[in-house]
């Protein structure tokens, strides 16, 4: 992977990753820090963040119903 292609994943995963939490904080019934320190420590955050892998090209639906699962 290149540098760009490297920097353009972080763009896209960090924005991907506020909607995330606030999908994730409606769904729990939580404050929106509480569920980013929640989402930011699982598994689910850990195989979204590698660039290429499957988790990261899902919808924002999808990984939340990943988390979810968890």
Known sequence: MSEKERILHQILTATQTGTIVCRLAKELGIPTYEAF???FTSKTYAKFRIPGSIMSML???????E????
């Open 67 to 70: 988390y979810l699962s968890e």
């Open 59 to 65: 919808s924002d639906s999808a990984i939340v119903q």
């Open 37 to 39: 320190r929640r989402f």
